[in-house]
């Protein structure tokens, strides 16, 4: 979840996906996203109607380590897909290159309209 705010028209803002998986014993651990076929992040609107699915790339420092050992996967807003007001929700899907697929845990993010547009 996003511990800052967001607005409509932010350009730039680098939304990050964690991606986890259980080992052998149980555990809850990282998804190694190195060598996966596909990254995608989706964004839900507010009003639930529209998903943006978006391309997302293994995130690099400082946000992630940048080799996809530790599950974090990124994408960077462009102009138009921050255009609603509301509390968005978030999730990703990893399909890897033997068609496993996983899915991220939802999240949600508010986005709010500028006092200065």
């Not at 800052?4 to 080992?23: K, N």
Request: glycine share 12%; charged share 20%.
């Amino acid at each position: 979840m996003a511990s800052f705010d967001s607005h409509i028209g932010d350009i730039g803002l680098e939304i990050v996906v964690h991606f986890q998986t259980c080992d052998c014993d149980g555990n809850v651990i990282d998804l190694v996203l190195s060598g996966t076929d596909t990254i995608t992040i989706c964004l839900r609107k507010p009003d639930q109607s529209t998903i943006l699915s978006k391309i997302a790339v293994i995130t690099d420092p400082p946000c992630g380590l940048g080799d996809g050992s530790d599950g974090k996967a990124s994408y960077i807003t462009v102009g138009g897909d921050l255009d609603v007001a509301g509390t968005w929700t978030i999730s990703g899907k990893v399909v890897t290159v033997s068609g496993d697929t996983f899915r991220a845990t939802e999240a949600t993010f508010t986005v709010r309209t500028p006092v200065c547009p």
